[in-house]
């Protein structure tokens, strides 16, 4: 059985963008949905260890038609960000750190235009409300398993939001100029993010099992307790047996083994 890695996105190109280039990943079992609901409809009784969350969409739960800014009001809010030419003014008098003086007024440059940025984004309905919807979906109905954003266009607020409400990373889609690039430099980075999902599963899933060894008593939590060892390279992988634990515990619980027995690195 491969590891099931569930990739939830509402665009379109990026769903087909991500089962061309990880579709064949080896050991991966994807499934690629637009929402929650129909990602949990594809998946069955399967528990994917690992979802990778757009954060950018419309609002589930919102009801507001999505608009394009003018071209006049882009301009006008525009033209209230600080130019380029006052980040040098009075730099060579002033008296302090230069360097950080510096860049702190061109990150006001940068920072006027990432919040121009999301104004706009939020007119036409595309705001972190989706990512984190989807996030509240995963916590609720498959706990302990790793819920990473996988974003391009989100910016630092969405990041720091995403881990506040327990996402547990993030990592950043390849961007390129046009399509063809974008697909280019997605599957030139590939295998080096497949190895950080990877990392960043084996540590999650460590903790959630000793957690829930903690939580279990006598045998069953003494077997997560050694699957957990397991991962950590300090004991080897125990038979596989039935445990007396809820329905979704006992598919959590044969979904790791697995993971664990298949990767055969630990």
Not at 180 to 196: N, S
Request: hydrophobic letters at 40%.
């Amino acid at each position: 059985m491969a590891l099931t890695v569930c990739f939830i996105d509402d665009s379109p190109f990026e769903r087909d963008l991500f089962a061309r280039v990880y579709g064949s990943t080896p050991g991966w079992d994807p499934v690629v949905a637009e929402t929650f609901a129909q990602a949990r409809e594809m998946l069955g009784n399967r528990v994917p260890l690992l979802w990778l969350l757009d954060l950018w969409g419309n609002d589930p739960l919102g009801s507001a038609e999505p608009e394009l800014i003018s071209p006049q009001e882009l301009a006008r809010k525009a033209a209230q960000i600080r130019n380029l030419e006052s980040v040098w003014e009075g730099l060579d008098g002033f008296q302090g750190d230069v360097p950080n003086e510096f860049l702190k007024r061109f990150y006001s440059v940068l920072s006027g235009w990432s919040t121009l940025f999301l104004e706009t984004a939020a007119l036409a309905d595309q705001t972190r409300a989706y990512g984190l919807y989807n996030l509240s979906q995963v916590r609720r109905h498959y706990p302990d398993t790793v819920a990473l954003a996988y974003t391009r266009k989100s910016q630092s607020v969405d990041l720091a939001s995403f881990l506040a409400a327990g996402g547990d990373g993030a990592l950043l889609k390849p961007h390129g100029p046009d399509d063809k690039a974008i697909l280019e430099q997605t599957r030139k980075t590939a295998p080096d993010l497949v190895d950080q999902m990877h990392r960043i599963l084996k540590n999650r899933l460590e903790a959630s099992l000793l957690r829930q060894s903690l939580v279990l008593s006598g045998s069953e939590g003494a077997y997560l307790f050694s699957l957990a060892g397991t991962l950590m390279g300090r004991t080897k992988l125990p038979p596989e047996r039935k445990l007396a634990v809820a329905p979704y515990m006992a598919r959590w619980i044969a979904a790791a083994r697995t993971w664990i027995m298949e990767t055969g690195d630990f």
